[in-house]
């Protein structure tokens, strides 16, 4: 019970800070927490499969990417603005999620990382291609902010918007996962056929948990575009499944705090290291290998692992 | 004629990714590897294999240098990283991932983000001609290459000692181990012989192909489409799909140029959609 109480605190005091955070701070870093934010979400919305369902997806940026480019190519190529185009992409992301989820959840284990990899170079290479329509690797500058009633172009203004939809999306994700949906997906995680012999239809479960991912990383997708007001083809690469999958490792797998955490951490670590040296990438990569080796359940294991190692001598 | 020479082309091409795919398959055969970094070592050989070129002009130099520095990356990656994680393939998963990122970002450190073409060797500098067309000599060497390397593997596997203690590995390692056989030496020869398969197919490659940074994603996306249509654990899988695929990246890029990957990847999510373990794999 005073670890329910506890975390309810800590959640309340966190939520304190991000809202009293871009008083105290420069633009850059209110900038800096809002990107955090998003990937924060991204990660939660890869957590869904990999820590809950147990399907570890490598191709979880086509749908991030996806729901960034409906929002450029709307407003764009169409003139279309935030009201319908966020919807769209959020559409747009669904629909991806729902035709790769059919023909990835044939397979399972290696096959089913393969698979979606393979599926979400796909849709980056129709990104890098077709150059008269999505600007190929030049991308597509000039995205405007959504108004909703009130403007979202300066730094605040834009953080508070991406505060408030990051945090409902997480209440949402938080009730799922605790939902009996939720619970019966971490009984297929822990066995299939177990599960299938109590009647569940293991199919149906993976299909919706894929489905739903694949929208709140669209969301995610949608934020991003307009945080940076561009889209290019880096949104949807492997490189950033990669990322996300980092974070959520990372942070620790079946928790949503853990991807949260494991987000804001490789965010920071990105920009603060890139200003350090170009090689990011490589940084990035020790830091997969290291974090493999040494902390394999993540940072939230570790500190599971302290805490039973304290109460047990 | 166009037709033959789009065929060699295809052919070609296959035999380039059977040389990749084939390790790819045979790793996770043998240890339930995914061995994302399987790209790496193909554009790091062919990288290494450009420096040798440059320094001493032989191609057959450029082949055994880079096949021998890669087989010792992979020896050291499986020892020392993937050897702790045995049969728990998230881990092992990431840590291949971990080393794609470090070895693409060392190559553009050292060898520049400019194509880089690898002179090709001047034996077979010249043209066959066919009718109206010339096919470049050097293609036909590169499918002359991939069929005796799928013979020697083949004839490997099925004749020798080692081969045999190989497909009872892949079979099942337990058993394998309980018999006797050395398992874990065997781990770290079929990683070390994949990885210098792989880089055999950078160098081969780079005269026709050119390296470049994103080729290590490439090669790696286009081995896992032949494995996903061939079937893990395979060798006549590997070959089957390489050569499948070759062919229709090649159909692809001369008829329908704007969606050169769609001709691969529609053919493989109809395989998926029929046989999901692929056309020789199990289970």
């Known amino acids: 019970m005073t670890g329910r109480v506890g975390s309810f605190v800590a959640c309340v005091l966190v939520l304190a800070l991000l809202l009293v955070l871009p008083q105290t701070m420069r633009p850059y870093y209110v900038g800096l927490v809002t990107k955090m934010l998003i990937f924060a979400l991204f990660a939660m919305s890869l957590d869904l499969l990999l820590g809950y369902a147990g399907l570890a997806s490598l191709g979880h940026a086509a749908f991030f990417g996806v729901a960034a480019y409906t929002i450029a190519l709307l407003l764009l190529r169409a003139g279309i603005g935030g009201w319908i185009a966020l919807p769209a992409a959020l559409a747009a992301s669904t629909v991806t999620g729902a035709l790769i989820a059919a023909l990835a959840l044939r397979a399972r284990g290696s096959y089913f990382l393969m698979i979606t990899f393979a599926l979400a170079q796909v849709v980056w290479s129709v990104a890098f291609g077709w150059r008269s329509f999505t600007g190929g690797d030049d991308g597509l500058p000039g995205i405007a902010r959504p108004n909703f009633g009130w403007s979202l172009d300066s730094t605040v203004s834009f953080y508070y918007f991406v505060l408030a939809v990051v945090g409902l999306a997480t209440l949402l994700l938080a009730a799922i996962v605790k939902s009996p949906f939720g619970r019966a997906l971490r009984g297929i995680r822990e066995s299939e056929s177990r599960m299938q012999a109590l009647g569940y239809d293991v199919w149906r479960y993976q299909f919706v948990a894929f489905v739903l991912a694949a929208a709140f990383a669209g969301l995610a997708g949608a934020l991003y575009a307009y945080f940076n007001r561009f889209v290019g083809t880096e949104y949807l690469h492997v490189i950033q499944s990669a990322e996300a999958l980092i974070m959520v490792i990372l942070g620790g797998a079946g928790t949503l705090i853990g991807p949260a955490i494991g987000a804001a951490l490789i965010v920071f670590l990105e920009d603060y290291i890139s200003s350090l040296t170009q090689h990011w990438l490589l940084v990035l990569g020790i830091i997969y290998v290291l974090v493999t080796v040494l902390a394999p359940r993540g940072l939230v294991g570790l500190v599971v692992d302290y805490r039973q190692r304290r109460f047990e001598p | 004629m166009v037709w033959v020479i789009h065929v060699l082309n295809g052919v070609a091409i296959g035999m380039l990714l059977f040389l990749l795919a084939a390790g790819l398959s045979l790793i996770y055969g043998l240890m339930k590897i995914l061995n994302l970094t399987h790209g790496s070592f193909y554009l790091v050989g062919g990288y290494i294999g450009l420096t040798v070129m440059q320094r001493t002009g032989s191609f057959v130099l450029a082949l055994i240098v880079a096949a021998a520095a890669v087989a010792l990356i992979g020896t050291v990656i499986e020892r020392y990283f993937l050897r702790r994680f045995h049969l728990d393939e998230l881990p092992q998963t990431l840590v291949t991932f971990g080393f794609l990122f470090i070895f693409a970002d060392l190559s553009l450190w050292i060898w520049g983000g400019d194509p880089v073409m690898l002179r090709q060797p001047r034996i077979f500098a010249g043209s066959l001609s066919m009718g109206d067309y010339n096919y470049p000599f050097y293609r036909l060497f590169l499918i002359a290459v991939g069929l005796v390397i799928a013979g020697g593997l083949w004839w490997f ?125 199990r289970r």
């Open chain 2, 157 to 281: 596997q099925e004749h020798t000692r080692l081969g045999t203690m190989l497909r009872a590995g892949v079979d099942d390692a337990e058993i394998a181990r309980a018999l006797g056989i050395n398992v874990s030496l065997l781990f770290t020869l079929v990683f070390a012989a994949g990885a210098a398969l792989a880089a055999l197919g950078g160098v081969l490659a780079a005269p026709v192909l050119s390296l470049y940074p994103g080729a290590d994603f490439d090669a790696l996306i286009l081995a896992f489409v032949v494995v996903i249509v061939g079937g893990l654990g395979s060798l006549k899988g590997a070959l089957v799909g390489a050569l499948l695929v070759g062919l229709l990246d090649d159909f692809g890029k001369a008829f329908f140029p704007q969606f050169a990957l769609f001709t691969v990847f529609v053919p493989m999510a109809f395989i998926l959609v029929v046989r999901p373990t692929g056309l020789f794999g």
